[in-house]
């Protein structure tokens, strides 16, 4: 592999614009597929990214480059992690070697970042609703395009996919509908659509089925109508192994399935649909990883990685085991499963990221992974909580986003204990502005019945997953990425419900944080500290509900006030601490230090800076005030 980084890339570096892909020979687009598999082994093996993904799909990225204008043509990718080799190939491949960089290219699709990518798409299943609108827009204004959906099999499963079916079915445009089938979203693929694409068998099954039939019929020596029949049996007998019914019902056209890593076949599939009346989906079947034996073997570890090793495909970081906060959220929640047997655990397809792997070893039958559906997985708790059982959902802070509605309608209004337990909470690095967690606080602050917790570290999750568990309210308890936060020259206090910590006690100053973001309190404790100052620190540790008098007596004297959290500043910490003060008559100047804007992707120390989040950056903007 090394060798070949070294050698000039012929092909790759005679393509300056998507055209350009349109003049190579059969043999140019073999070697071009191979180019990119190798500068997005290389390049990824340096950053980290998703890796797996975009490997199985280069051979169809080519394919829709070859057969579209994208002066005028369009591609929705759902999700846009799979979009590296389209990167390259749309004029990003000088900027690539920054990907999910501070300061550098997406790993996502971002029309901010090139002309060529139509949309934002960091979260699944959107890619049918909008290029559905898309299309039905540009036939308003008397424009005709093509318009291409690029959407997974897992993704294919999230209701949001589903809505945008029926209305493509319903509007009959010719919408162009790829179903990238590799049987895998990050995690293998659960439920019972994933179960019905299966009945394919595998794209080489069928197309090998049909290969032989059409053999046959071309060497009969039969007359002209009873090859016309045999044909329509081939049509049915193929329809039995394929899933195409359920869109053919909806009114969608069915080709397929396709192999994914035959750009001619492809090409043949894309021109045939958009000759359609009709909205048209293309079931193409790939290998995730493909090219990269690693990820072909487990295409669910190097579905998104940090850097490797490409020759051995040995995964970097330290070989010091550190405990992370969706681990300790697994542990703990297996200690609370063994004595109750009303836990039950939940994740919407994160069945790895949210730590609950242990979990659905020791618990099979508490363990429920509803695939990419988060609503469901919302109501499923609450009809779980309706008949006395405790479930545990955990989710990404920024998933959790697309179940609104039904934290509200299904669990707060009935006041069901369901546990909302939110990972990756605050800045995440380098997925960016769609995968940062930090609207929850406020999105959760507005709504009545849900009680609010924010563990510092591991021992306050601990003590916070085991006081959820016997309270008859709906929880939230959030926690961010990575690894979990330890105070062992703090002395523990036991959590009690609504109490915030007073860690120190001052006279002049209060710093009040909620959350893991207390280790930069902590640190802008001890800077103050040196100076002369006498400060209080403050662990809220909940942010609904909050014993007031608690609060307000250490903050009664105060000359300043300091709040800070990872989270949007609108119905945050700091505004609900303005308001305590204001109720309380306590006129303190408050400065409050949070986020106020989309955050972009980078590593999170440097996004903490560039937001003044930062024990040192905070001691410079308050150094004035003092």
Request: net charge neutral.
């Amino acid at each position: 592999m090394n060798d070949e980084n070294t050698k000039k890339k012929l092909v790759l570096d005679s393509i300056s614009t998507p055209d350009d892909i349109k003049k190579l020979s059969d043999a140019d687009l073999t070697v071009l597929a191979a180019e990119l598999r190798d500068e997005i082994i290389t390049t990824v093996s340096k950053t980290g990214g998703h890796l797996a993904p975009s490997l199985g799909v280069i051979e169809l990225t080519i394919a829709l480059l070859r057969s579209l204008d994208l002066s005028k043509d369009k591609i929705v990718w759902d999700v846009g992690h799979q979009s590296y080799a389209y990167k390259l190939l749309t004029g990003r491949r000088e900027r690539f070697s920054t990907l999910r960089q501070y300061k550098g290219i997406s790993g996502f699709c971002s029309p901010t970042e090139s002309e060529y990518d139509t949309a934002i798409s960091g979260h699944t299943s959107t890619s049918v609703s909008v290029g559905l609108g898309i299309k039905v827009g540009n036939e308003i204004t008397g424009k005709e395009i093509k318009t291409v959906a690029v959407i997974g099999d897992g993704a294919l499963g999230g209701g949001l996919a589903f809505e945008g079916l029926n209305n493509a079915g319903s509007l009959k445009k010719n919408l162009i509908i790829v179903l990238n089938d590799n049987e895998m979203s990050i995690d293998k693929n659960v439920g019972a659509f994933s179960t019905y694409l299966s009945k394919s068998l595998s794209g080489e099954f069928v197309t090998k089925f049909k290969q032989d039939l059409r053999h046959m019929l071309k060497d009969a020596p039969l007359g002209d109508k009873f090859i016309k029949f045999i044909k329509k049996i081939e049509s049915s007998l193929v329809s039995f192994f394929i899933p195409g019914t359920i869109f053919e019902n909806l009114g969608i056209k069915y080709i397929g399935p396709i192999n994914g890593h035959k750009i001619g076949d492809i090409e043949k599939a894309l021109s045939n649909a958009y000759l359609q009346k009709k909205p048209v989906i293309i079931h193409v079947i790939t290998q995730k990883g493909r090219g990269y034996t690693p990820a072909e073997k487990k295409p669910d570890i190097y579905h998104g990685v940090s850097s490797f090793n490409v020759e051995t495909g040995e995964l970097g970081g330290s070989s010091n085991f550190v405990e992370s906060w969706s681990d300790c959220f697994g542990r703990n929640l297996c200690t609370l499963a063994k004595v109750d047997n009303r836990v039950v655990a939940i994740t919407a397809a994160m069945k790895d990221g949210t730590g609950l792997r242990g979990f659905s070893n020791i618990f099979p039958d508490r363990f429920f992974d509803v695939g990419i559906a988060e609503q469901h997985a919302v109501a499923f708790s609450a009809g779980l909580a309706t008949f006395g059982m405790r479930p545990f959902f955990a989710v990404y802070s920024t998933f959790l986003q697309r179940a609104y509605d039904q934290i509200i309608h299904d669990v707060a209004v009935s006041n069901l204990p369901v546990t909302f337990c939110i990972d990756r909470a605050g800045l995440v690095g380098a997925d960016g502005p769609t995968h940062h967690g930090v609207f929850d606080l406020t999105f959760l602050r507005a709504i009545p019945n849900i009680i609010v917790m924010l563990p510092k570290d591991s021992f306050e999750l601990e003590q916070m997953l085991t006081l959820s568990l016997s309270l008859k309210s709906p929880v939230a308890i959030r926690y961010p990425r990575g690894s979990v936060n330890t105070y062992p020259e703090l002395e523990n206090q036991i959590v009690e419900l609504g109490v915030p910590e007073i860690v120190f006690k001052g006279k002049d100053i209060a710093i009040i944080s909620n959350g893991y973001i207390f280790n930069e309190a902590y640190k802008l404790y001890k800077k103050l500290l040196e100076k002369g100052h006498s400060i209080s620190l403050i662990n809220v540790r909940f942010l609904k509900p909050l014993d007031v008098k608690v609060l307000v007596d250490e903050l009664k004297g105060k000359s300043l006030i300091i709040t800070i959290e990872e989270n949007v500043l609108s119905g945050g910490l700091g505004e609900m601490v303005q308001s305590v003060l204001q109720e309380a008559k306590l006129f303190i100047s408050v400065e409050k230090f949070g986020l106020n804007c989309f955050v972009e992707q980078g590593d999170i120390p440097s996004l903490r800076n560039d937001h003044d989040l930062t024990a040192d950056k905070i001691f410079e903007k308050i150094s004035k005030s003092l």
